[in-house]
């Protein structure tokens, strides 16, 4: 054992010894060729050159493929690896296909033919050294593969509510062992797994548009034309066997370049048949909806003309309960404002549209949500009249943006000094008094007042000429001692925009439970709230036949 006192001394007799030897070597003349660089070799993880006679049949491999390899080279180090693949009965040029790779194995997709469900492919791989040199003998073996079949599954985000007008839209994951470009196409069909009609195979959104005629009652069955992806783009292609105001089973399939098909997925919903130009939306969210429903649109059709078809769109549900009010948006709904809703609406001419809330969040709401796409029914020539109370947000971060508030003939929302509760007060028989004449209409509006008394409602502001003020109320405030007082800020509960598009009507006509009416006229007349409606729709230009 040396001893560590004596280890500098060792290294440097050591040292000296070799340098010596070296010298001694030189001054002896050695002399001779350096060997020449030795390739390196190669070897894969499947030891078998080929694997078609041990796997056969209903054995062989699906085509995507672990390989792996390694290389050892008997004078240097491997520096890379080059790699390919080819069917058995091809016979490339030795040089020609190499991919070069610094890894040792890898997820290898297998080319099968287009068309055929089975193929040999030649898998090779060939290290390189260190001096560039290359395996002149690369690994080799045979695989046999098959074609695996596709697989397609709706997408989650996508799906559509259990009732809808003849317009949906569905979006879907279509895959394919050997790859997306060996899809054929995508199949669908309305209530026949047998038959279907093809679609790009790279389609993944889908939106059916129904053929229908709304003059025409005796139409059960409608072939509908398809716009592909989320920019509507339209094609010539129809699916047939769409039923209206019946259930409906939407069937879909990826099928491959081998005809071969994935597992069949389906979809089962409710279609309401679309039989007018006019739309009542039920966006009353309490369970007392049935009610206020049957008040309006019986209202609608005093003014329409009871024999002239009103479709209804329910969006009430979930339900509101407790004080707070807020919910998730309607499940109702399409779960796209674009392209579904936004198509939907456009199929409208005069949408009635009666809400329990539509300015206090965006996200619970269900008319911001609808407000956003409204630019092709309003492009149209559409014209909305909306029932709604206004209710301040417990945060305004929530409302920002609120397309709601955008869509409606006011100017902004009304505010409190911090002595007041945020809350107003309306009377039993307060007053509540046209202040403006309807543009178009040579009918003055009736006085009214308040039959019941009202917390749950606010006034709102007008300012500028794009919306005109048709009523205030006589609303009294609350200190936050809790004494009372006449008040005097902004009073309006009902307008109209100047293009006469939008009319807003923010007291309720009737209780929700009971069914009366919670607005009269202010000589006692109950047909004067109807009256103050009615000659609002005229305003708007809603037809009356």
Known sequence: MIDPRHLNRFFLVATVAIVSTWVAACDSGISGDLLANQPPETTLSVRDSSLVDNLAGADRLASTVLVSWSGDDPDGFVQSFEVRFYAVDENPQPNSGWTSTARTDSLVLLPIERGERTANVVFEARAIDDQGAVDPTPARTVFPIENGPPSIRFSPFDVPPDTTFPLVTFSWIAEDPEGEGNLSSIDVSFNDSTSFVSLPPDTEFATFRGEVDINDASQFEVEARVFLGRGYESTSIFVPGWRLDAENTFYLRAVDATDTTSVLSRFTWYTKRQTSDILYVNDYRLASSPTVQAFHVGLLKEYVGTAEPIDVWTITTPFVSGSGGNVPRSNLLPPNANPTLRRMLENYKYIYWVSTNTTNQITGNNLP?????????????????????????????????????????????????????????????????????????????????????????????????????????????????????????????????????????????????????????????????????????????????
């Open 369 to 545: 949500f609808a407000a956003s796409v409204t630019d092709l029914f309003f492009e149209n020539g559409g014209k909305m009249m909306v029932h709604s109370p206004i209710s301040l947000p417990a945060d305004p971060e929530d409302n920002l943006g609120n397309a709601a508030i955008l869509l409606l003939p006011l100017s902004e929302m009304i505010t409190f000094p911090d002595s007041l509760r945020q809350q107003l007060r309306l009377p039993t028989n307060a007053a509540v008094s046209p202040v403006s004449a309807l543009p178009s209409v040579t009918t003055p509006l009736p006085n009214l007042k308040s039959g019941a008394f009202l917390i749950n409602t606010l006034p709102f502001v007008i300012l500028g000429s794009s919306s005109i003020p048709l009523y205030e109320a006589d609303y009294r405030y609350v200190t936050r001692a809790g004494l009372q007082g006449p008040w005097f800020g902004p009073a309006t509960i009902a307008s109209i925009s100047t293009d006469q598009r939008v009319g807003l009507f923010t007291l309720p006509m009737v209780n929700d439970q009971s069914g009366a009416q919670i607005l009269i006229g202010a000589d006692g007349d109950a047909e004067a709230p109807k009256q103050a409606i009615k000659l609002m729709l005229e305003s708007l230009g809603f037809p009356r036949r």
